[in-house]
């Protein structure tokens, strides 16, 4: 059974299987940065902050920003951190919040207990996609039933019983980067919940 149907609206993923969950996909509105120890700073006019691994740079800011000033062109940058700090791998990010660059170092990579040269790919899509705004995350949501009664208070009679169905939220999972991610995982929680996690909310199989 776990291939099951899945089909996706809008961002709202459902299957025949069980029509009593769902999944939503949502756009993160207070997405956190990626989680990462490779050296990650910002340059932004005269400015230059570590947002990631700064303990194991081996590179200051000072000097960072003194290789913009007189080299100016982010190529020569990135030739100079391999040159001269042993950096195997850089990737740089332009965006209106400023010059995003991330490199390893020969402290990083034994930290990490690397050895051969690396790949920052998937940290620059990373970041790349915290600064369009494509951090997702990922609710579960079963059916429920809303019981609404009205009471006439001077006699205490019944007056009305209205029933609302209705979604409340059984999880969450947030700080995807990327919609494919997120879509990915949106699949698997169905599948799950609509399966063998079924019990768990209270749901039949």
């Known amino acids: ?8 609206d809008d961002g709202i993923f459902t299957t025949d299987v069980n029509a009593n969950v769902r999944v939503r996909v949502v756009q ?30 081996e590179v200051d800011t000072r000097q960072l920003l003194g290789a913009w000033n007189t080299l100016g062109d982010w190529d020569k940058i990135g ?5 001269f700090h042993g950096a195997t791998a850089v990737e740089i990010i332009d ?29 620059a899509a ?44 059984i999880g969450s999972t947030w700080g995807f980067f990327g919609r494919e991610d997120a879509e990915e995982s949106a699949r698997e929680e169905l599948t799950f919940y609509v399966t063998e996690g079924a019990e768990m909310i209270g749901i039949d199989r």
């Open 126 to 169: 990373d970041w790349r996609a915290w600064l369009d705004g494509e951090v997702y995350g990922v609710i579960v949501e079963r059916t429920t039933t809303t019981k609404t009664t009205s009471i006439d208070m001077a006699t205490g009679d019944m007056v009305s019983q209205d029933e609302n169905d209705g979604w409340r939220e």
């Open 28 to 57: 993160d509105e207070d997405p956190h940065t990626p989680e990462t120890d490779v050296p990650t700073a910002r340059i932004d006019g005269g400015h230059v902050e570590y947002l990631a691994g700064k303990d194991v740079s």
């Open 1 to 8: 059974m776990s291939n099951i149907n899945i089909t996706e």
């Open 95 to 123: 965006s209106r919040d400023g010059t995003f660059v991330m490199f390893d170092t020969p402290k990083w990579r034994k930290y990490n207990g690397i050895s051969e040269t690396v790949s920052l790919t998937g940290e």
């Open 79 to 83: 030739r100079w951190l391999r040159m």
